[in-house]
């Protein structure tokens, strides 16, 4: 089934619960978990739909017609309930339109996937390694530890774990960790880059298949960027 958070921003569909990029939670999924009151479902597994879902054109069409939720981050939060997402226009493509756009939507999913687990498994390492005997999680600047230098990536540790001292400020430390967050830092910009490329494709095909111009094309994304 295609699963949409409710409170969802304008984006794609790769993001996940700790991804700091406000974008909508459209996403295939078989866990046959249960959802929450907040999250609706569609009963279809199709990449297509997914991806037209995903849109930044379906966004548009979404911004000016559900009602919103709340503005966080900038952004207004919609409710994605089925009197609004009922009149969601989906466009008609080839067969043969419709198995790329399928494609390239199975690629994002795959690499915002890859790109999460990468991230939590760093996460996963800071914690094992600097929050022992501690109950508390990694703070927001440490979780996205990838946008960070050696010593705010220090600081932001400190804080999450009230450290007496940055750990990073020790050379031994500092040695150990630099090379492996440098490795994983370039691995992250290499997902997020091939990430970037696929969605850009995928949206301006589905541009094509609204046959907008580029006018209105620039005008929709100034839009749906607030």
Not at 65 to 77: H, M
Not at 121 to 147: C, H, I, T, Y
């Amino acid at each position: 089934m295609i699963v949409a958070q409710s409170e969802s921003h304008g984006g794609n569909f790769t993001a996940k619960r700790s991804d700091p990029e406000p974008r909508p939670r459209f996403s295939v999924d078989h866990s046959a978990d249960f959802i929450g009151g907040t999250s609706f479902m569609i009963p279809n597994d199709d990449s297509y739909l997914l991806r037209i879902l995903a849109s930044w054109a379906t966004w548009f069409f979404i911004s000016t017609t559900a009602q919103p939720l709340r503005l966080r981050s900038d952004r207004w939060q919609y409710r994605l309930k089925g009197q609004y997402m009922a009149h969601v226009p989906i466009p008609d493509a080839p067969e043969s339109e419709r198995a790329i756009i399928a494609d390239l939507a199975r690629t994002c999913s795959t690499l915002g996937e890859q790109r999460y687990q990468a991230q939590i498994k760093v996460q996963r390492r800071l914690l094992q390694a600097f929050g022992k005997g501690s109950d508390s999680p990694l703070n927001q600047k440490a979780a996205a530890w990838w946008e960070l230098a050696l010593n705010p990536l220090g600081e932001a540790l400190k804080q999450s774990f009230k450290l007496k001292t940055n750990p990073m400020k020790s050379p031994k430390l500092a040695d150990e960790w630099e090379p492996y967050l440098e490795e994983k830092r370039a691995e992250q910009a290499r997902l997020t880059a091939d990430l970037q490329a696929a969605e850009t494709e995928l949206n301006n095909r589905v541009y094509r298949l609204f046959d907008l111009t580029p006018e209105e094309i620039q005008l929709l994304q100034k839009e749906v960027e607030h």
